[in-house]
């Protein structure tokens, strides 16, 4: 079984002049490793779809502004068909994709993922339209990397849960947007 993840990783805006603008140079990344298999499989557990139908969904998802290639869908498409997630039946010069028990066994074991890709979604969709980091935020994202990075070696199941939580509890807050303030109680003696 081959791994397509690398499909994944260089995913590219397409369409209105929004491709490569130079020799080696990409759009932002729109799709984390793994990310691109994990919202098709949803998809196709919605409902059954051919490749083109879910590269229009996706497209739907991000307002038009990416739609991902052929290239990348249809390798995610044979990846997950091979680890038996998906059957993909001939219908005259296309392929119906339906998901499996495998599939739905799958997806529903990574079900905090599913939720991890879709406020990944809405971050990539603010970045596709232009709202880009301000160098703080950046700064904080590298200071965030780095403390990862000295953690390494250290990891007990507790420890990896209290990280997991405390990324993925600032991922939520961060996704829903500005938080209303807090009034300040003075204290009366």
Known sequence: MRDHASHDFHERRHGRGERDHGRGERGPRVFAPGDLKLLMLSMLAEQPGHGYDLIRQIESLFDGSYSPSPGVIYPTLSYLEE??????????????????????????????ALDGVRMRLEVSKRALRGHERPPQIHEAVGNLRHALQMHSGRWTADEIERVRTLLNDTAKAIASGPAAPVPVKEDTP
């Open 83 to 112: 680890a038996e997630q998906i059957t993909g039946t001939t219908q005259g010069s296309k392929r119906l994709y339906t998901i499996t028990d495998i599939g739905r066994a799958a997806l529903a074991d990574q079900a905090v």
